[in-house]
């Protein structure tokens, strides 16, 4: 049986293995930790882990996955009770700083044990961030539609720009033991210095 039809078969199961990881990976560090730490966490036998994942490196893995799907979740949940793109912007900011905000030790795998990974930059292909990105680039195409945002912008340049400013402070918060700002001051400054240089 392939690794995916048991993640579908025992979710629950899969779900404890990811929740243990996450706790595992934040304390001692990726390449510190032991599959059979995980397991003891999970309450799982060591060779149950192999039953789910093929190595360390697809547990990590499939912890971005997850978090990205449920991360895109939410903000596009956040973005959608808006009807203008400006606030949309807005709200987008807010949700994404937030979640990084209530999930500290996923944000900090994610911010620095995620981007160590030599396997993960090299041969993943990253379509989660991809489809996270596009939900900004389709604020600022329906923004230009509505002729809320100048023709001029580029939606491609600016959701990188957008979400690099996002990612900036995300990574101060992981890394700061004592932020200086709250998660509502950043993401308005934040949304408001990129709306300045966009609005029609």
């Known amino acids: 049986m392939s690794h995916n039809a048991l993640k579908n078969k025992k979710p629950e199961k899969y779900r404890n293995i990811l929740d243990a990881a996450v706790k595992i990976f934040a304390k001692k560090g990726f390449f510190q930790a032991r599959v059979s730490e995980i397991a003891r966490e999970a309450g799982v036998a060591d060779g149950t882990i192999y039953l789910y994942f093929q190595n360390k490196d697809d547990i990590l893995i499939s912890l971005f996955e997850d978090g990205m799907t449920r ?7 956040e973005i959608e009770k808006e009807t ?3 606030m949309k912007i807005r709200s987008f900011a807010r949700a994404h700083l937030a979640l990084v905000e209530d999930n500290t030790d996923l944000a900090e795998i994610i911010q620095v044990e995620l981007r160590q990974s030599t396997k993960f930059m090299k041969e993943y292909r990253n379509e989660k961030f991809f489809e996270y990105l596009d939900l900004i680039s389709g604020i600022i195409k329906e923004g230009q539609e509505r002729g809320l945002i100048r023709q001029d912008v580029e939606p491609g340049i600016f959701k990188r720009a957008f979400f690099g400013a996002l990612d900036e402070m995300s990574r101060f918060w992981v890394l700061s033991m004592k932020p200086k700002f709250s998660v509502n001051a950043a993401a308005h400054q934040i ?4 709306i300045r240089g966009i609005a029609a």
């Open 191 to 194: 949304a408001e210095f990129f």
């Open 84 to 86: 203008d793109p400006l």
């Open 71 to 77: 991360v895109i979740q939410n903000v596009k949940a």
